[in-house]
């Protein structure tokens, strides 16, 4: 078994969707042995194929006191309850959010022999699920977060600046046209929303615009006496 390199946000491949894996073969047991090694490795719950570069609709799954196991092809069928949680991710590490996740769900898949499988699961096991299924379709558990101020750093208070959003300050400075025309600085402050990003994203959909109505400058004037 060898231990994959987990891809970190905002890699490109977290935010595609996962196609379905047609065969399971020997090529696909490996996967999930790997990923297995992989989760164990970095003392997760969770992993699913994009995380390690892989865009296949396979999960794996341990929590305390239980085997590890792998999901091919995983669909949530029911949902009940919610409830409030803390979560974390290993594309997303140091960070934790609270968001809602279900109570208990129904799911179904194959396993590593191309069986299909019914499962319930509550509680940690069915938020380690839908975590990982989110993954599967571009989803993070970033876009569950109950409120932005939500994300914090681990060990850290959640009344600290945090990573979700970048903030910015662009300072424009226009020189004067003429000796007795006064020098003019436009402040802007914006945000760079990351968790907004997705494969088909750039970094010019971080950028600013000096225009916009929603991010009005202020505009501060002195003379150069």
Partial sequence: MAILPIRVFPDPILRRKARPIKRVDDSVRTLADDMIATMQNARGVGLAGPQVGELKRIITIQVPEQDAFAMINPEVR????????????????????????????????LDV?????????????????????????????????????????????????????????????HAPTLPQDFQMVE?????????????????????????????????HTHSDD
């Fill in 78 to 109: 029911n949902r009940e309850g919610s409830r409030q949680v803390m979560e974390g991710c290993l594309s997303v590490p140091g960070y934790s959010g609270l968001v809602t996740r279900s109570v208990k769900i129904d799911a179904r898949a």
């Fill in 113 to 173: 022999n191309g069986g299909k499988f019914k499962l319930s699961a509550e509680e940690l096991v069915a938020q380690a699920i839908e975590h990982e299924v989110d993954h599967l379709n571009g989803i993070m558990f970033l876009d569950h977060l109950i409120a932005h101020e939500e994300l914090h750093k681990v060990g850290v208070s959640p009344d600290e600046p945090h990573w979700h959003d970048v903030g910015y300050t662009v300072y424009a400075q």
């Fill in 187 to 219: 402040v802007l402050n914006t945000v760079a929303r990351l968790s907004q990003l997705n494969a088909e994203s750039s970094m010019s959909e971080t950028s600013y615009d000096l225009s916009d109505g929603a991010h009005e400058p202020a505009v």
